[in-house]
């Protein structure tokens, strides 16, 4: 390519990023009640924007992690950790307690999704045992993997009483 359609094509891309990134600032403002994904991380990011110093946030679980990476800034090196390109699930609240125990002058701030908890929760008990004041746990309940049986049981609550969770755990 030439360099003049380099630079034309460069352009287009920071023009459409910068266009996302008011579309997405304007959803995140929007007050919602009762509150929604979007304004619930407009509440979080305005909060957290007048911690100082900065906040370690870790994140965890796609949509949670999806969100705090395009709605949450920093500015230091090490203030944001999740799960990566492979979003392992079961990593964020190691981090955080190993993020909260290395840098106790500062607010670490996990995260979670509601389903990604469940791969973790028990080492909820281990930042209690170690009296981690410094640390802030958030679950974000989009719904999950979840949403579908909290529908059938409100639709066809005669057909869901007859389900026999010993045989589906199986």
Not at 25 to 33: E, K, S, T, V
Not at 48 to 72: K, Q, S
Request: glycine content about 6%; charged content about 25%.
């Amino acid at each position: 390519r030439s360099r003049e359609a380099q630079r034309a094509w460069k352009a287009r891309v920071q023009a459409t990023a910068s266009h996302r990134r008011a579309e997405l600032d304007a959803r995140l403002r929007r007050p919602r009640q009762p509150l929604d994904f979007y304004a619930a991380f407009g509440v979080l990011r305005s909060a957290l924007l007048r911690v100082a110093p900065e906040p370690v946030v870790i994140a965890e679980g796609a949509n949670t992690m999806d969100m705090c990476r395009l709605a949450l800034a920093h500015d230091r090196p090490l203030s944001k950790l999740d799960a990566g390109a492979w979003g392992t699930m079961g990593v964020g609240l190691p981090y955080a307690i190993a993020a909260a125990l290395r840098q106790p002058q500062r607010l670490v701030v996990a995260i979670e999704g509601d389903s990604a908890l469940g791969f973790s929760l028990a080492e909820l008990e281990t930042a209690a045992r170690f009296k981690l004041g410094n640390l802030l746990v958030l679950v974000m309940n989009n719904g999950g993997i979840y949403v579908r049986l909290r529908f059938d049981r409100v639709q066809n609550p005669k057909q869901h009483s007859r389900w026999r969770y010993a045989s589906v755990s199986r």
